[in-house]
């Protein structure tokens, strides 16, 4: 869902951190994106693509880390992985399972070139 | 703004009149330009995303895309797929650590927002559903019956129009529209923005009618105590799981319009099966505006939650 308010924000922190490095040009972008998050990676690529268009990230790399979701058994009191968020406990098919991982949207990293390296327009 | 159903940021109005000049204009060549792919570019995500340069992501189910939606038996999947590769680079750059959350701005103004209802005792309630689930309805029977005992004030967010806003006011309560225009959720900033042009008493309730639209106002916090989804029974009782993320943003579901229960085969036992699976802890309640039935839990709810909305300290947990 609204991937392209998501590549905004992504655009914008990574214009406060390399502004903040002192560096013009981003080589790579480093993105947790959980699977519970409710992100489409590929909408999210696609909005990225335009977004960071004539910005310190233009061409830059996009590299997306997913997180596996994770879930607690209020029966099993287990952490246990999830797909989805309507996912039984693989061990005793309750559905007593609350997320607790994967849910995350991140900015992880960055790889800014160095200062000298300038863009090209 | 969302690719899913083509809301955008611009067209923002507050009772009809346009946001301030304050509120970030479109960037050029990002928003309004056309999106085209440069002649001769070389990929610039790596070999393990290759861009589909101009291509709908739905034309990407044919390509070899470690991103690309699994297509099983008439069925495409977005949800899953193999992790990228993440080839180390050999250059002189510099690799900062930043961690920073992508709704990290929002969440920050919602912060703010939970901090200046707390310090005035104001309970909010953001309350989310698909259109025509009978929000306003519920909101106007929910002020005539705390009439005289709660003051209460109505942020109302709607794509276009001051009907909703109209309706509120005739039962009395102070009404503020929000038109998102193009948007599909409200932010909060949008509702902060609310704050200083509603006259909102001290220990009062707030209740926010989020845009009718039960995927993208998930995601945004806008500084509320809790969540209400109001599911009708005109609807399908699977809703809970085919949009599984409001059901799990909510503290509280509103199984509303129960008065139509006999001229209807839906099975309450099962919607509420369906809804816990998505979120155990969730509180459900039966309602009906019509006949005032279910009424009386509902407004306890309500007292209770207002009798310990005020805490001079700042921020309560804002999300789980």
Partial sequence: MHEMSLAEGIRSIVEDSAHSHDSSRVERVVLEIGALAAVEVEALRFCLEVVLRDSVAESAEIVIDPVPGQGWCMQCALTVPIAQLYDPCPHCGSYQVQATGGTEMRVRELMLAATHDQPEH | ?320
């Fill in chain 2, 1 to 320: 703004m969302c690719t899913v159903c083509g809301c955008g940021s611009g067209e923002l109005r507050y009772n009809g009149q346009p946001a301030s000049q304050r509120d970030k204009p479109a960037r050029p060549g990002t928003t309004s330009q056309a999106f085209r792919p440069r002649a001769g570019d070389a990929s610039p995500w790596g070999q393990a995303a290759p861009p589909r340069a101009g291509a709908r992501a739905r034309d990407a189910a044919s390509t070899a895309n470690a991103d690309a939606p699994v297509d099983t038996a008439g069925r495409l999947d977005f949800g899953s797929g193999p992790a990228h590769a993440h080839a180390p680079g050999l250059s002189q750059a510099q690799m900062v650590r930043i961690e920073r959350d992508i709704l990290g701005k929002n969440d920050l103004l919602a912060a703010a927002n939970r901090s200046w209802l707390a310090t005035r005792g104001i309970l909010a309630l953001n309350l989310v559903s698909s259109p025509g689930s009978g929000k306003t309805t519920l909101l106007c029977e929910t002020i005539t019956r705390l009439a005289g005992a709660v003051p209460v004030a109505v942020i109302e967010g709607d794509q276009q129009t001051e009907f909703d806003a109209e309706r509120i006011r005739a039962t009395g309560a102070p009404a503020l529209q929000i038109n998102t225009g193009k948007g599909c959720h409200l932010d909060a900033h949008m509702v902060g923005e609310a704050f200083r042009r509603l006259h909102i008493a001290d220990d009062s309730l707030l209740l926010i009618e989020n845009v009718g639209n039960l995927v993208c106002p998930a995601a945004f916090d806008l500084g509320e105590a809790h969540k209400v989804v109001i599911l009708s029974v005109t609807e399908g009782e699977d809703k809970p799981l085919k949009y599984p993320d409001m059901f799990a943003a909510a503290d509280l579901m509103l199984l509303s319009k129960t008065d139509l229960l006999p001229h209807l085969r839906f099975d309450v036992a099962r919607a509420i099966d369906f809804a816990r699976r998505v979120n155990p802890r969730l509180t459900v309640m039966q309602l009906s505006s019509s006949t005032g039935e279910g009424f009386d839990a509902w407004l306890d709810w309500i007292r209770r939650g207002l009798a310990g909305a005020r805490r001079p300290t700042a921020f309560q947990e804002s999300r789980t």
